[in-house]
Structures are given as C-alpha cells and as structure tokens.
C-alpha cells in the first residue's frame, strides 16, 4: 500500500529556448521546448513542471504561448512557474492549457497571493514553490527572484505558512543541490514533507537512482523533477522509471 | 464524419487541454455556455475543477442546471470530469452540504486523510492511480471498454463521490489502503473522478471511447 512518486520533467525556459544552469547561474540554450515536451511526455512523463528563469526579474511571465503550445499536443498535467504574480496571470495560464501554477515571489512578497488564487481555482492548482539554501546555522533560508535574494525566512516555516494559506501542494529545489547531478537536498525535503499534509515535489540535483530512491525514502518525497540529466541525455524518463520500480519505487507502469 | 461533442462552459479550469483531447481523439467540439446548446447537445462533456459548491454556483449562475437535467433525460452520453462527476451525485459535504444534480444517486465525502495503518495522507490526492474493475461490473458499453485492468489514469482530488448504488459504480482505485470511486456509470451517465484529458494515451482511449458510445 505504498503511494504512487510521480516523475516529473523539468524544463527551465529563458524567453523561447530550454535553458539550462548550474546554481540558477551560467545558463546554457539547449533548444526548443516543444521539441523536449514531446520527447518527455513520450517517454513517460508523468507532469512537466515549466520554470521561467528570468520571468521575476523583469516582472512579466512569457510562458503562455509555451504552454499552449504543448498542451496542444501533450496530455499530462502542466504546471508553471515563474513571475506569477497575480490572479489574472494564474487566469491566462490556465486557458492557454495549464493546471498548476508555482509561485515563489509573488507568495513571499504578498501571502494573501496564495489565499486569492487557492480560493478562486482550487487548492490543487496553487502549488508553493520554495527555493532554499543552507544558512550557517543549518537551517535554510527561502530565496526568491530565481535565488538571488535572501527572504528572510526559514524555508521549512513558511511551507507551513504557505499550506496554511492554501497552497494544494509544495515544490522543493534545493540552491545548493540544483545542476549538481550529486543528489538532493534530502534533509530539507523531509522536514518540508513532515511539516505540511500537502504532496512534496522535490527538485534540484538528480544524477542517479540512489538519489530518487534517498528522497522519496528518506526525504519523504511524493514527487521527483528532473532536468539536467534528461537535457543533457544521461538518462531518460522510461530508464529512471524501470530503475526505480526495480528497487521497489511504486510508480504507474507506462 | 467526427463524433459531436457538446463541452460545458461555465468559466471553470483549464478547458483548452479538455478540448484538445477530444479533438485529438476525432471529436468535433463545441465549447458552450448557452443552454440551448446543452438540451440539443448528441453528446455532452461536463468538466470541472476547485470546489464543489464553487462549480454547482458557476452553473447555477448561468442557468445551466435545468437545461443540464433535461439533457440528461434524454438519455443522450453524458460524460463529468472530476468535480463534473462529484456533480452528478445527490450531495457534497465540501465546505458545507451542498446539493449536485442528482443523476446518480450518493454523496461526495472527503478523501481519508489517514491510511488504514493509522499513518497521515496526503491531501489533495495528486496522481497517478490504477483502475479497479469492481466484482460483478462490466466494462463493456463505457469509456472503459478499451482499458486493461490496472492502467493509471491521473487524479488530483480532495472528495470522492460514494454511490448508492454498487450497481453505479464503475472503477474504483485505492489509496492509503481505502476503496476509493474513481469512475461511475447509470445509463449513458458517466462519471470519472481523473483526468482523460490529462492521462495521456490511456485517457485518450476512453475519450475515444466515449465518443463512440
């Protein structure tokens, strides 16, 4: 009886390209990102998750045509994030084909944010995206504007903020981990996990199996998202998915 | 000639991914929000996401109801999607007890928050989950005609519709060890509480399915 993970790909997008960084710096253009939706969701794909890396910095989200593209021709859920900042925005993205949204920002800056769009599409399509990095003390703090600012609060305390606001569901990419390929931050996944009732997603650092199989064990992950070792075809969905059935993982046969 | 299918607009989710699949799947579809279009409908797709009362308002809102009933006396397909099946039932208690269509007889209960071990779940119950074939129920003359038993379809749900009626109650799925309704059928009235639109191949299937029902 033990829950289905899902495996989610992750494409970072920088105006029309696939993008991809190491530590959210040093991007590099891997091509378009009709042509990597397909190929995933063709390999099995259980969600894309769709991140505009720049969207915060210059305040406006360009995913829309994107987006409407691949849910043209995909058919598995799609959630986007980056420089979502309010209802109207979650509005246009949802009739150009997505489900979810993430947002970071716009949530740290003003929380009533995740109340206004929880209540107005539902707990499921509001999805808290948390950012984080270790602080000296060993805690770790949330960041926003793609991790370059410090927000001055502990990332694990305001995932309960946030789901106490409404969020249906809590993404996790660790700064540290994230483009590392050297796992992730299995620690801050778990105590995000067991703080909140909602599903974790966990994102940033996937380079093996070993790594899937420590977060959703220890880190008590519902929800992996890969990118770079899919961009850059070190492995592909149906791989990670045999793998991780192989070692016990429940996960929907393809 | 493309299947005709009639979509139910009423300002609720995402609706362009509900179209495209029944697109993909050979349909011709007309987005609507006119009740006309909904009692002269030859088949119609009632979708829904968020909550309960917020949707049965949404329709309430556009005087859809009537027309929706009248269309379901017909005995023309009729196809709910997630909180569109949740509408179906008699009852929902989600944020209060609220009154759905009534077409197929139960209430919409919260999904367990605790498995059968005592141990805390997840809610929403985001996923993908496998289709149970109930004891005694065919699959035959539904939009699970084409579905083996134990394929994943995707499901993101906090209430569950529990029928009366055994005889209603077409797929099940699980979680946390609880028998939970994943799909339910009266007649030409189906219900699914996943996504096909959001199932990949599988859901394009039973679209396909229902299209040629």
Same mark, same amino acid.
């Given at each position: 009886?033990?829950?289905?993970?899902?495996?989610?790909?992750?494409?970072?997008?920088?105006?029309?390209?696939?993008?991809?960084?190491?530590?959210?710096?040093?991007?590099?253009?891997?091509?378009?990102?009709?042509?990597?939706?397909?190929?995933?969701?063709?390999?099995?794909?259980?969600?894309?998750?769709?991140?505009?890396?720049?969207?915060?910095?210059?305040?406006?989200?360009?995913?829309?045509?994107?987006?409407?593209?691949?849910?043209?021709?995909?058919?598995?859920?799609?959630?986007?994030?980056?420089?979502?900042?309010?209802?109207?925005?979650?509005?246009?993205?949802?009739?150009?084909?997505?489900?979810?949204?993430?947002?970071?920002?716009?949530?740290?800056?003003?929380?009533?944010?995740?109340?206004?769009?929880?209540?107005?599409?539902?707990?499921?399509?509001?999805?808290?995206?948390?950012?984080?990095?270790?602080?000296?003390?060993?805690?770790?703090?949330?960041?926003?504007?793609?991790?370059?600012?410090?927000?001055?609060?502990?990332?694990?305390?305001?995932?309960?903020?946030?789901?106490?606001?409404?969020?249906?569901?809590?993404?996790?990419?660790?700064?540290?981990?994230?483009?590392?390929?050297?796992?992730?931050?299995?620690?801050?996944?778990?105590?995000?996990?067991?703080?909140?009732?909602?599903?974790?997603?966990?994102?940033?650092?996937?380079?093996?199996?070993?790594?899937?199989?420590?977060?959703?064990?220890?880190?008590?992950?519902?929800?992996?998202?890969?990118?770079?070792?899919?961009?850059?075809?070190?492995?592909?969905?149906?791989?990670?998915?045999?793998?991780?059935?192989?070692?016990?993982?429940?996960?929907?046969?393809? | 000639?493309?299947?005709?299918?009639?979509?139910?607009?009423?300002?609720?989710?995402?609706?362009?991914?509900?179209?495209?699949?029944?697109?993909?799947?050979?349909?011709?579809?007309?987005?609507?929000?006119?009740?006309?279009?909904?009692?002269?409908?030859?088949?119609?797709?009632?979708?829904?996401?968020?909550?309960?009362?917020?949707?049965?308002?949404?329709?309430?809102?556009?005087?859809?109801?009537?027309?929706?009933?009248?269309?379901?006396?017909?005995?023309?397909?009729?196809?709910?999607?997630?909180?569109?099946?949740?509408?179906?039932?008699?009852?929902?208690?989600?944020?209060?007890?609220?009154?759905?269509?009534?077409?197929?007889?139960?209430?919409?209960? @919260? *999904?367990?928050?605790?498995? +059968?071990? =005592?141990?805390?779940?997840?809610?929403?119950?985001? /996923?993908?989950?496998? $289709? &149970?074939?109930?004891?005694?129920?065919?699959?035959?003359?539904?939009?699970?005609?084409?579905?083996?038993?134990?394929?994943?379809?995707?499901?993101?749900?906090?209430?569950?519709?529990?029928?009366?009626?055994?005889?209603?109650?077409?797929?099940?799925?699980?979680?946390?060890?609880?028998?939970?309704?994943? @799909? *339910?059928?009266?007649?030409? +009235?189906? =219900?699914?509480?996943?996504?096909?639109?959001?199932? /990949?191949?599988?859901? $394009? &299937?039973?679209?396909?399915?229902?299209?040629?029902?």
């Amino acid at each position: 009886m033990n829950k289905s993970i899902r495996l989610i790909a992750r494409l970072d997008i920088k105006g029309p390209n696939l993008i991809k960084g190491v530590h959210l710096e040093g991007l590099r253009v891997m091509g378009d990102p009709q042509e990597f939706a397909r190929r995933y969701y063709e390999q099995g794909a259980d969600e894309l998750l769709y991140v505009d890396v720049v969207a915060s910095l210059y305040g406006r989200s360009k995913l829309t045509e994107i987006v409407r593209h691949a849910a043209h021709d995909v058919f598995v859920p799609l959630t986007v994030a980056g420089g979502i900042r309010s209802v109207d925005d979650v509005t246009d993205l949802l009739s150009a084909g997505a489900d979810k949204v993430a947002i970071n920002t716009a949530a740290i800056r003003r929380p009533e944010l995740i109340s206004e769009i929880a209540r107005r599409f539902g707990a499921q399509c509001m999805v808290l995206s948390i950012e984080a990095k270790r602080r000296k003390d060993g805690r770790w703090e949330a960041y926003t504007d793609c991790g370059r600012e410090m927000s001055g609060l502990d990332a694990v305390e305001w995932a309960r903020r946030g789901v106490a606001l409404g969020a249906g569901e809590v993404l996790v990419t660790s700064i540290d981990k994230e483009g590392t390929r050297k796992g992730f931050d299995v620690e801050l996944t778990r105590e995000i996990s067991d703080a909140v009732n909602v599903p974790v997603i966990a994102s940033g650092g996937y380079g093996h199996i070993d790594h899937l199989l420590d977060v959703v064990e220890r880190g008590k992950a519902d929800a992996v998202a890969i990118a770079d070792s899919l961009h850059y075809k070190r492995t592909t969905l149906d791989q990670v998915r045999a793998e991780a059935k192989a070692h016990g993982v429940v996960m929907r046969t393809v | 000639m493309n299947s005709k299918v009639t979509l139910v607009d009423y300002g609720i989710g995402n609706i362009y991914s509900v179209r495209r699949a029944f697109e993909t799947a050979g349909a011709d579809v007309l987005l609507t929000g006119l009740p006309t279009d909904i009692v002269t409908a030859e088949r119609l797709v009632l979708p829904g996401v968020g909550a309960f009362a917020d949707c049965m308002g949404g329709l309430r809102e556009r005087g859809l109801i009537e027309p929706l009933l009248q269309y379901a006396a017909t005995g023309r397909p009729l196809l709910g999607i997630c909180v569109g099946m949740q509408m179906l039932a008699t009852t929902s208690e989600e944020f209060g007890e609220h009154a759905g269509l009534g077409l197929v007889p139960g209430r919409v209960v @919260a *999904v367990p928050s605790v498995d +059968i071990e =005592g141990q805390a779940l997840k809610i929403p119950h985001i /996923g993908w989950t496998a $289709l &149970r074939r109930p004891t005694d129920v065919s699959w035959q003359q539904s939009p699970l005609a084409d579905t083996c038993e134990g394929e994943s379809v995707y499901v993101v749900h906090s209430y569950a519709l529990q029928p009366v009626d055994p005889a209603h109650r077409l797929a099940d799925c699980e979680y946390g060890g609880h028998r939970i309704c994943a @799909a *339910v059928r009266r007649d030409r +009235i189906f =219900g699914c509480q996943f996504h096909p639109e959001k199932s /990949g191949l599988a859901g $394009l &299937r039973m679209i396909a399915r229902f299209l040629s029902s």
